[in-house]
Each structure stands twice: as C-alpha cells, then as structure tokens.
T-cell receptor
C-alpha cells in the first residue's frame, strides 16, 4: 500500500506559467480532497472530488484554479497564470468513502509550489 | 474569520515533560475534533481524535481533553520525547459536512533532550 502519492514534490514556476499538481489516491479510494497550506498557516480546504465529479469546490479560488479526477489516472489540481501568492504547500488526501469517519483521511506528502 | 484558534504558536519542552496545546472553536455544529502531527516535508498524519460526547480520550502518551461548554479542547503529550518534535494541528469537522476539516494554525513543538 503506497499511500497517497503526490508529484512533483517540489515545483518552481515563473509568474504567469501554469502549475499542474498530481495526486494518486490510495488503492481502493475514490474520494479525493485538496488542501492548501500557506506559510505559518493551517491547512485550508479547497475542493472535494469523486471520480469524474466535483462535489464541493467552495474553497477554491474562482479564477485560475481548477481540479479534476478523471475515470482513469490521478487527480489534477491546475493553477493557471501563477502569481507569487500561490506559493504554498498543496496537500491531497483520499478516503474509501465520503468523509473523514473516525479515522480521518490520509494525506499525501504534498507538493511545494514556489512562484518566482 | 478563524473558526479554530490554536495556541501557543510554538512550545519548547524538556524531555520527559508534558506538552499542552490548546484549541478553541466557535461553530457549535462541529462534531469531530482530530489532531494531526506534521513532520517537516511530510503531510499531516492523524494522531488522535475525539467526538464532543466524550470529555477525554487517551491513546498511549497522547490525551485529548474536551470541554464542550467552553468550546475548547486540548492535546496533552505526556513524557514528551525529542521524536515528538513536530508541528501539531487541531482541526474540527462540521456536522453539516462529513468531509471538510477546519484547521488551527499549528503549534511548533520542540522537545529538548
């Protein structure tokens, strides 16, 4: 069981470029959640996806950010035209069914995005 | 609006001592309160969690104390060890959403040998 796999671990982008962050959930998990962690801040919910469906994107900025979880392949968080304020650690979590239940859900090691 | 307030921001404890981290919340709809431990370069890992119908939960050296009337909960680490040095986050889940966690800002714990 490889756990939640995120790649790349580190990503450097120049202002205006696009950033693509990938998340492969744990085997058997079909629910994916993305969180963002700004420096010296707690994690903030961005989006919740099931296969081919966005369930809740209430925490995601309305512009430049999008997420998908296709039938095949990893979940992708896409940030277009990145700005310095997008520099953060982006964490993905997965669960076998909706919700955290009593055991919480499992986070990946994150992608640290730096915009220069 | 910060819905979960965590303190202190940082904490230094001697080996063998007790580490105490406090959190307070405002939303009475929260129904599940986990604590996460995060080492540098890693994702948060669930440490221990409690529901509001219980006043205390203990797992090994880690204990959550919960005060529903005061809307506060705390993490106690007994016999703190250098390996416990990490950032600790409290969190809360809204009963109206079984998946969305609201996190505190974190406490950087350093346990000196």
């Amino acid at each position: 069981n490889a756990g939640v796999m995120q790649n790349p671990r580190h990503l450097v982008r120049r202002r205006g470029q696009e950033a693509r962050l990938r998340c492969s959930p744990m085997k058997g998990h079909s629910h994916v959640y993305w969180y963002r962690q700004l420096p010296e801040e707690g994690l903030k919910f961005m989006v919740y996806l099931q296969k081919e469906n966005i369930i809740d994107e209430s925490g995601m900025p309305k512009e430049r950010f999008s997420a998908e979880f296709p039938k095949e392949g990893p979940s992708i968080l896409r940030i277009q035209q990145v700005v310095r304020g997008d520099s953060a650690a982006y964490f993905c979590a997965s669960s076998p069914e909706s919700g955290t239940r009593d055991y919480g859900y499992t986070f990946g090691s994150g992608t640290r995005l730096t915009v220069v | 609006q910060q819905q979960v307030k965590q303190s202190p921001q940082s904490l230094i404890v001697q080996k063998g001592g007790i580490s105490i981290i406090n959190c307070a919340y405002e939303n009475t709809a929260f129904d599940y309160f986990p604590w996460y431990q995060q080492f540098p370069g890693k994702g948060p890992a669930l440490l221990i969690a409690i529901r509001p119908d219980v006043s205390e939960k203990k797992e090994g050296r880690f204990t959550i104390s919960f005060n529903k009337s005061a809307k506060q909960f705390s993490l106690h680490i007994m016999d703190s060890q250098p390996g416990d040095s990490a950032t600790y986050f409290c969190a809360a889940r809204s009963g109206g959403s079984n998946y969305k966690l609201t996190f505190g800002k974190g406490t950087l714990l350093t346990v000196n040998p």
